[in-house]
């Protein structure tokens, strides 16, 4: 049984601010994106996309990511909390971001970019899919780097007592996320993206394997408003449509 390091939350004091872990985590996952991205086209020519597109698109999925995720959480997972204060919404950097949201965001974020460059937006979504799971596990590690986001008790011999929760064994389920829709999915969706598929098809998979595996360690998460129907918590409820959205997908752009 491991404890939780308890890090402090600010990684750098540069005067008067304060750089947290954080925001830093964050920082790294939207370097990524473009380190990836750039990449991409070097080795991808005909791919259609260039840098200057790159940094368009990114701009546009920083804020689809940063308002989609944190109203996504405001409104999906405490919206009493934050209707009784209002304006704790603006205090992002306390962590309190929602993925579903995020994701719903920056699909709104990638069709207002195709509308205003006039491309398609699966060709946007599969570009950017492939580039997007190693940031979403930096994100995590923001997550265990907080102490939020806690896993449910167990007496695994990798638990992990988190001390401004409890003194019971839990899992980092912080780390499982990381883990798997962070590097794991990533490897899924760079592979099967590494060869030619029709439009649609990338983004499909990305879907698939991001809800699989939350669904997965939502059994090890505790939940954010306990359990739900069939006993399943709200991040499992999120995840069951982007999996079956995302195999109708697959099913349909796979025989184009």
Do not use: C
Request: proline share 5%.
């Amino acid at each position: 049984m491991f404890v939780h390091p308890g890090f402090d939350p600010i990684a750098i004091h540069v005067g008067p601010l304060a750089v947290r872990w954080y925001g830093l985590m964050y920082l790294l996952a939207f370097i990524t994106v473009i380190g990836l991205g750039r990449h991409r086209i070097k080795t991808r020519p005909s791919s259609g996309w260039n840098n200057q597109m790159l940094d368009d698109v990114l701009f546009f999925g920083v804020l689809g990511v940063v308002l989609g995720g944190r109203l996504g959480h405001v409104l999906f997972y405490q919206p009493d909390y934050y209707l009784a204060n209002p304006l704790h919404i603006l205090y992002v950097w306390e962590g309190g971001m929602s993925f579903h949201g995020g994701l719903l965001g920056v699909l709104l974020a990638m069709w207002f970019y195709a509308r205003r460059v006039g491309i398609s937006w699966l060709s946007v979504t599969d570009f950017v899919a492939p580039l997007t799971p190693l940031g979403l596990g930096f994100g995590r590690i923001g997550n265990f780097i907080n102490g939020e986001l806690w896993g449910r008790a167990t007496d695994v011999p990798w638990g992990m007592v988190f001390p401004k929760v409890d003194g019971l064994s839990r899992h980092p389920s912080q780390l499982y996320e990381f883990a798997l829709e962070g590097l794991v999915l990533f490897t899924i969706v760079w592979l099967y993206s590494s060869k030619p598929r029709s439009a649609g098809a990338v983004s499909s998979v990305f879907l698939i394997g991001y809800g699989v595996f939350r669904f997965l360690v939502e059994f090890t998460r505790e939940p954010d408003n306990g359990f739900l129907l069939l006993g399943m918590s709200l991040g499992q409820w999120y995840s069951i449509p982007m999996v079956l959205v995302g195999a109708l997908m697959l099913r349909k752009f796979s025989r184009t």
